[in-house]
């Protein structure tokens, strides 16, 4: 049997188990019995996509059902491209359902969640190993409606109406906008197969209309700026292993279809322009997503802005890739497409990690304030440790390995100086600096999201008398913990492992690893240039952290002082007079309010001699919301308004509009051809 072949087998596992589900009774038992099977499954995907990756060879494994379009049938197609892609969604469904086996029982209507959970899995794959655009679209639309669903899962709460119905028009967006992109792909000849459409010629404008389809249609899923407005509404309304998987791993397959559309179905029919509009959205959306986050005490939305950011910086390292692509610039071409599928997976990992952190923090406090939480430490350690892992890895400090895929992106931006275009030359390095404030501004997001929730004292009752979660969610994540480290350790590995793909998509890739002077070194380049060594890292943060312990031990004074400490003039048992989210971030907002945030701040004072008490309130909003959805959403109506009469019309008036609209469609089918 085929890797392919069990591929395919497992994800009928997948929707056995999402069916047999619907029609069991639902227990505590076969909830447990159900994420271990799902946890099981995922596993066995995992272990059958590996060897596809590490020993593809440039030799696909390929399949086509006689079933689907009846000219066409569904295909099928595993490569090293789609087999990472694998890696990336059944490690990500492995641990959440690890993670669900304890946390999933505790859901009020488990029957609103199991029987989508298995099927958003089996479509997540079915995405990543369609080759035609029929089967591609249709496996897109169950992975948005599986999706769908269990955002709903608690449909009763109006906020979870909200990002129900601007995640499911967001949804339908991007489908229309990728539907039309196939449609020029395939040409007039309707040849749907990709292998048909990697030798279908396009017109001179095809590369600019399907680059901007690609941005609109897999942008809108992955989160691309401004189309990012439905992740944070659907990722906290979402259960939390749900939003892990959304964030984690339904992101990444979004873009999974724009790389497999741009990189490999047009292939070089997109000219040197191509990578300006990819490098100034990335960069805006990293930069917008950030700031979004530091402005948030609603840890998982803070979590969903930290996402856009994330998937900001990746598509800064595939505009990268694709200027040095283009322009035959091979060496950086390699590691700016290495950056960026290495800053695929690591995302999977700690972006799944804090989310699963999240939702241990919300079901043992019932919170995702993180102004109603704080001392958490000291209730919840093992959390709180696993969470400060995931947090210093996303924040790209080493030795984790968020560290290692942005140095790569920015060894690709020191690069620029080779791309022969003046605007490209210019536009890189303005990315580069974009890059790194939003880098800074990550971590600065960081120390108020772990600080605010798990340290100083609890400002609550439900924070004061939290429990640690069940071993079941604390194994899961060790070992997403685990392999952050381990990748900002040991980032050879991981960068061979990975490429097969980036020459797949770039017909060249990195030295092998290995074979440099020290395998442990990360050389993008040759060693003259730069190179990356994660364990002396280590090794120095360690032993400088333990000299500086056994300094203090040994020299410090050993008179002991005790006395008061100084509270600034507040009861030392008040909780009030610790930082909050809001005084953490005021500089910031103060900065980007009038600009960015849109922010408006309104003083209540009392006036001298009254006793009420005084109110301070911000309002923010975000620039998509401001500048395009809602006047988007006001012409929609107006334009709606104005054309009521067409539902008055009689008979004939119907039929005249009718046969005017197919004379106009057949005139653009005769203009097309």
């Not at 997540?124 to 591609?136: E, G, K, Q, R, S």
């Amino acid at each position: 049997m085929t890797a392919l072949q069990v591929i395919l087998t497992g994800l009928v596992l997948l929707l056995c188990l999402a069916a047999f589900s619907c029609v069991i009774r639902t227990g505590k038992a076969w909830v447990r019995l159900y994420y271990g099977l799902s946890a099981i499954i995922s596993t066995g995907l995992l272990i059958g996509a590996v060897p596809a990756l590490l020993f593809s060879s440039g030799h696909p494994q390929t399949m086509i059902l006689p079933v689907g379009l009846s000219w066409v049938g569904t295909h099928f197609r595993l490569d090293a491209l789609s087999a990472f892609f694998l890696i990336v969604v059944n490690l990500g469904g492995m641990m959440t359902s690890l993670y669900g086996i304890g946390y999933g029982v505790h859901a009020a209507q488990p029957r609103r969640i199991l029987p989508f959970f298995a099927a958003f899995l089996c479509a997540m794959n079915l995405v990543v190993i369609a080759d035609d655009a029929f089967t591609f679209l249709l496996s897109w639309e169950f992975m948005s409606l599986t999706s769908w669903m269990l955002v709903m899962s608690n449909h009763r709460d109006p906020e979870t109406q909200k990002a129900g119905l601007t995640y499911f028009t967001m949804a339908a967006f991007g489908t229309l906008m990728l539907l039309f992109a196939f449609g020029i792909l395939a040409g007039a000849d309707g040849g749907y197969s990709f292998e048909a459409i990697r030798g279908h010629s396009l017109p001179a404008w095809g590369g600019a209309i399907i680059l901007a389809l690609a941005l609109l249609g897999a942008g809108s899923k992955a989160g691309l700026f401004p189309l990012h407005i439905w992740l944070p509404l659907a990722h906290p309304a979402a259960p939390s292993h749900v939003s892990a998987l959304m964030s984690g791993v339904m992101t990444k397959v979004a873009i999974y279809g724009f790389i497999r559309i741009v990189f490999d179905l047009v292939g070089n029919r997109i000219g040197w322009w191509g990578p300006v509009p990819i490098l100034i959205i990335g960069a805006a959306t990293a930069l917008i997503g950030v700031l979004y986050a530091l402005m948030q005490h609603d840890l998982k939305r803070l979590l969903a802005y930290h996402t856009v950011e994330n998937i900001g910086i990746i598509f800064i390292g595939l505009g990268l890739a694709l200027a040095f692509h283009i322009n035959g610039l091979e060496a950086g071409a390699a590691v700016a497409m290495t950056a960026a599928l290495l800053h695929i997976f690591n995302h999977s990992l700690f972006k799944s990690l804090l989310f699963l952190g999240s939702g241990s923090v919300l079901h043992a406090t019932g919170e995702r304030d993180i102004d109603h939480l704080g001392g958490l430490i000291h209730r919840m350690p093992y959390t709180a440790f696993f969470f400060l892992i995931g947090s210093v890895a996303i924040s790209a400090l080493p030795p984790f390995n968020g560290f290692v895929s942005e140095w790569l992106t920015f060894q690709a931006i020191l690069a620029s100086p080779e791309l022969p275009q003046a605007l490209l030359k210019f536009l890189v390095p303005a990315v580069g600096a974009v890059l790194a404030l939003s880098a800074a501004l990550a971590a600065t997001c960081f120390v108020k999201a772990f600080g605010v929730t798990f340290l100083g004292r609890a400002r609550t009752a439900q924070a004061g008398t939290a429990r640690e979660t069940d071993r079941f969610s604390l194994t899961a994540m060790a070992i997403l913990a685990i392999l952050c480290l381990l990748i900002g350790i040991l980032p050879t590995v991981a960068v061979d492992g990975i490429g097969p793909a980036v020459h797949q998509l770039v017909s060249a890739g990195l030295p092998p690893q290995g074979d440099s002077h020290s395998a442990l070194s990360l050389i993008p380049f040759s060693s003259e240039k730069s190179s990356y060594n994660g364990l002396i890292i280590l090794g120095f943060l360690l032993l400088a952290g333990s000299m500086t312990a056994w300094f203090i031990h040994h020299f410090a004074s050993r008179v002991i002082r005790r006395g008061p400490a100084w509270d600034c003039g507040t009861p030392p048992e008040s909780a009030a007079s610790q930082y909050t989210s809001g005084s953490f971030s005021q500089p910031i907002r103060r900065i980007f309010g009038g600009t960015v945030f849109h922010a408006r701040e309104k003083v209540d004072m009392p006036a001298p001699g009254e006793t009420r008490a005084a109110h301070f309130s911000v309002k923010m909003s975000d620039p998509a919301w401001a500048f395009i959805f809602t006047p988007l959403n006001n012409l929609l109506e107006k334009t709606t308004e104005r054309l009521n009469f067409l539902q008055f019309l009689t008979i004939r008036r119907y039929l005249s509009l009718m046969f005017a609209t197919l004379i106009i469609l057949l005139i653009m089918v005769v203009v097309w051809r």
